[in-house]
């Protein structure tokens, strides 16, 4: 089998272990090899992260935390300080930042960097090694590391290197080293697809990539496909420089300039529903909202906050309604707002589930599946919609405004007239 797409690059995986767990050990020594679990208080939160101790009684992240305590009654439960969380992944990044060539931030606790073509100036592995003692010596934080052709074999290389620990798997045995690993070590394969390889007789890595790939795309369409490749070892999917993507933002210019609060509240929400909707399609996170107001006479004001990462628009629309109290001030007639999110990393809704519920991350899920499938303003939060007599309020000022307009059309066309077309 050719990995097509492989020989030449060199992609380094980083991931900082247990991160969530780390920082708080670093905060208190006394968790040290004990069990501990991170995520929501009260017997309907979810797991956020545990350590390995806690993972050894099956304990596991998006796990509701009634049934961790049960498995682990033990375990020392902390809520979480995602605020001090991020401020220890912008150290690493920056770290990262000023040493790689080419790095992406896929989450907040994981990173990949390709390092293609610098072994002919510095060998990969020697870089790559003296990166992560470095980010230990400077942090104080474990991370393991991967270094392969591709990103699909580096993070599996990764996970095998935990905990803190490093491997790198040249191109000649990339086949050896994935054969004998479970198939739920490919990042693609969830435990739906997994039960459904187990239910075919597919366990290892090696049996699946035998399978012939007509019968995983008739069977799981081009996922099927790309399953098969990633078995095979192949992974073109390029390294994507961390600030491709700065932010996402939208604005609002209203026809006739307002200080109505209760409508410029309305519509903040519903902008910032818009743009984490976005978000959580292009699975990423914020960490900055910036806040716009350009007032009648075209003077211009943001105000910004740093935030915990997230996607969740229930807390990214109270601190957008924050954020626009302390900026407008001056109470003048407002030509436009707009909202932006920037500072954006990969990663889903796990990442801020300290408060939130099993059920709360369902219903985000379902609201979006119907997004997806009958359009963005299929589902909206009533806080974000104009009331019917709103509506009827709009449409009345609306004609107004066009009646005025046409009068005034009129009255030209008449003086127009009666001065002879002059």
């Not at 992609?11 to 501990?36: A, I, M, Q, W, Y």
């Not at 230990?136 to 095998?160: F, M, R």
Request: proline letters at 3%.
């Amino acid at each position: 089998m050719i990995l097509s797409g492989t020989i030449d690059r060199s992609v380094l995986h980083l991931d900082l272990d247990t991160f969530f767990v780390s920082v708080e050990r670093l905060k208190n020594s006394r968790l040290n090899g004990k069990p501990v679990i991170i995520g929501g208080m009260s017997d309907r939160g979810v797991v956020s992260s545990c350590s390995y101790e806690a993972r050894k009684y099956g304990v596991s992240s998006a796990m509701p935390m009634k049934m961790a305590r049960n498995m682990c009654p033990d375990a020392i439960v902390i809520r979480g300080d995602m605020e001090l969380y991020s401020n220890y992944s912008n150290i690493v990044t920056g770290i990262i930042a000023e040493r790689a060539p080419l790095y992406e931030k896929a989450s907040v606790d994981e990173h990949y960097i390709d390092l293609t073509g610098m072994d002919r100036f510095y060998g990969c592995y020697k870089w790559s090694h003296e990166l992560r003692q470095y980010i230990i010596k400077e942090t104080g934080l474990p991370i393991s590391i991967g270094l392969s052709v591709n990103k699909t074999v580096s993070k599996i290389a990764t996970g095998e290197a935990k905990p803190n620990g490093e491997i790198e798997v040249q191109k000649e045995i990339v086949l050896p080293f994935l054969d004998p690993l479970s198939i739920r070590k490919i990042p693609m394969i969830g435990q739906k697809t997994y039960q459904v390889l187990r239910s075919m007789g597919i366990a290892t890595i090696y049996t699946l990539r035998n399978i012939p790939v007509e019968m995983l795309e008739k069977l799981m369409g081009k996922n099927g496909i790309e399953m098969w490749k990633r078995a095979n070892g192949i992974d073109s999917t390029p390294v994507i420089s961390y600030s491709e993507q700065k932010s996402i933002s939208t604005e609002h210019t209203f026809e006739k300039d307002t200080t109505d609060l209760l409508r410029l509240n309305q519509l903040l929400v519903s902008m910032v529903e818009k743009i984490a909707f976005e978000l959580r399609k292009q699975e990423k996170l914020t960490s900055c909202i910036t806040v716009k107001i350009r007032y009648s006479n075209f003077d211009t004001h943001t105000l910004q906050k740093r935030i915990p990462y997230t996607s969740f628009d229930h807390v990214l629309a109270d601190i957008t309604k924050e954020l626009f109290a302390r900026l407008y001030q001056r109470r003048m007639l407002i030509r436009l707002i707009g909202v932006r999110f920037s500072h954006m990393v990969r990663g889903v809704q796990q990442l801020d589930m300290f408060d939130d519920t099993p059920e709360k991350v369902s219903l985000y899920m379902a609201m979006d599946r119907i997004r997806k499938r009958f359009g963005r303003n299929a589902v909206r939060r009533a806080s974000g919609v104009m009331t019917v007599s709103e509506k009827e309020e709009k449409a009345l000022k609306q004609l107004e405004n066009a009646v005025n307009e046409q009068n005034m059309m009129e009255e030209r066309l008449k003086k127009y007239m009666m001065y002879g077309g002059r």
